[in-house]
């Protein structure tokens, strides 16, 4: 006997989604999936391909400042204290809001004075505070009380000169020839550092203290780099500065006096 089945099921396809959509089963066939690509595996060529930007970034930084190698290592004062320094360092960078004042003491401890002044350029650092130099109508210096950040005076002057920026600085020579740098002191010509350096380090400027025993060297790596001035031990990390073009002040620097007027 036969049998007639009224199964729901018919070997005829289904019709295509309504809508007209363009997937496999109507309309035009979409791209293959590729089997390999997840999206974790997407996220994780994104993240590869950025660390990749970011090295290529700063391997170019680092040849653009130093080439392919660093400025000498050096000894700190930390690791070194002898022979012993007794004399502090001030110095003033500029932010937003006005000049900032920095002071590392002899040990290599530094601390911020204070911000916020209306001058920039120290000139001296007497009994009575850290001078920055104010421009304006009338120049004038600020003493600025190297504990507290205040300022306890204000003297006015006149006849400002270069001397104001050249008396404790350009205390040195510097030159690079075949890879070798060496620095001198102006006075007496005295050799303080003989080092091979890459092409693109130097150092910028020194600073002879007021008992002419020591030289501050700014080098371009940003560090305060202390020297005897007789040369007769190589110099040491005092500090590393924000920016290579400060001009430090010692402790014990007098105002010009023939161009001050109280």
């Not at 070997?11 to 809508?19: E, I, N, V």
């Not at 000894?75 to 004399?87: G, I, M, R």
């Not at 890879?179 to 092409?199: A, C, N, S």
Request: charged share 20%; net charge negative.
């Amino acid at each position: 006997m036969s049998i007639t089945s009224t199964s729901s099921t018919s070997s005829t396809p289904p019709p295509p989604p309504a809508g007209g959509g363009g997937g496999p089963t109507g309309g035009t066939p979409g791209p293959a999936a590729d089997p390999g690509e997840t999206p974790s595996s997407s996220q994780r060529s994104l993240v590869a391909l950025l660390a990749a930007a970011g090295l290529v970034v700063a391997v170019v930084a680092l040849v653009l400042v130093f080439g392919v190698a660093r400025p000498p290592a050096l000894a700190t004062l930390a690791d070194e204290p002898e022979p012993e320094l007794t004399a502090s360092l001030a110095w003033s960078h500029w932010e937003q809001d006005g000049a900032c004042v920095n002071v590392v003491a002899p040990s290599g401890e530094h601390r911020e004075v204070g911000c916020g002044f209306d001058g920039e350029e120290l000139v001296a650092w007497t009994d009575d505070g850290i001078a920055m130099l104010v421009w304006g109508p009338r120049d004038g210096v600020e003493l600025i009380d190297p504990d507290t950040g205040e300022v306890v005076d204000t003297v006015a002057v006149t006849g400002v000169a270069e001397e104001w920026f050249g008396r404790e600085g350009d205390a040195v020579r510097s030159r690079t020839v075949d890879g070798t740098l060496t620095v001198t002191l102006r006075e007496g010509d005295v050799e303080l550092w003989r080092v091979d350096v890459p092409d693109t380090y130097g150092v910028n400027d020194g600073f002879l203290a007021p008992d002419g025993e020591w030289v501050v060297l700014v080098d371009r790596a940003g560090r305060l780099l202390l020297v005897p001035a007789d040369g007769s031990s190589e110099p040491r990390v005092w500090h590393e500065v924000e920016e290579s073009w400060v001009r430090p002040v010692w402790e014990g620097t007098p105002l010009p006096g023939p161009i001050v007027e109280r």
